[in-house]
């Protein structure tokens, strides 16, 4: 485990976190959860961004329903109770990029963790880029109403790009863009 997130490290390259899921889904995996998790957890709260951390959880992790829930808790869930004032820069920070690619986790796993975020001021951005992603996303998993208390509760400017759209498609009850093709553009006339 060591040698491949130094590997990802030294390359910052997507295919080695492929590489890593490959192992831990393989013939001999499971890979120590402890090590690939502090891993991804590491890499999130470092200041210099691994951008193929992101698109691995996000595509790997968090898309596939069978890995998103133990995924998301360990690499934000299981930490909730330490994210709020006063918590460490780094936390924040991996935070901040969790939220940013979870569109994908079920609804049910991220709403604790959204919730939690929510009265974090430093994380409202995160949070309402998550909400469009989860609505967006082919494998995104919204539930309107949540969705809407919680946009409700974030410190946004009026004016935010794709606020209005965002509530209107949500304030119909719609879960997902794939799912209803015509809601956003009908979203978009409206706030025009």
Not at 37 to 57: F, K, M
Not at 110 to 127: C, D, F, Q, V
Not at 140 to 157: F, I, M
Request: aromatic share 8%; net charge negative.
């Amino acid at each position: 485990m060591r040698l491949a997130f130094d590997l990802l490290d030294l390359v910052d390259d997507y295919w080695v976190t492929c590489e890593i899921r490959m192992a831990d889904q393989g013939a001999d995996g499971p890979l120590p959860a402890d090590a690939l998790w502090a891993g991804y957890r590491r890499r999130r709260e470092a200041e210099r961004d691994a951008g193929p951390v992101t698109y691995s959880l996000w595509v790997d992790w968090f898309e596939d329903r069978s890995t998103a829930a133990t995924a998301f808790a360990q690499v934000l869930g299981r930490d909730l109770e330490r994210l709020r004032d006063g918590a460490a820069p780094a936390l924040l920070r991996r935070g901040r990029r969790v939220l940013d690619c979870s569109g994908p986790v079920p609804w049910p796993v991220k709403e604790e963790a959204y919730e939690a975020a929510a009265r974090l001021p430093a994380l409202h951005g995160a949070l309402f880029k998550t909400v469009p992603a989860s609505f967006h996303d082919f494998h995104g998993d919204v539930r309107p109403e949540a969705a809407l208390r919680l946009l409700s509760g974030l410190e946004l400017a009026p004016d935010t790009r794709h606020l209005t759209e965002l509530r209107h498609v949500l304030a119909a009850g719609h879960l997902n863009h794939y799912r209803s093709p015509r809601a956003w553009e009908a979203a978009v006339r409206a706030a025009s």
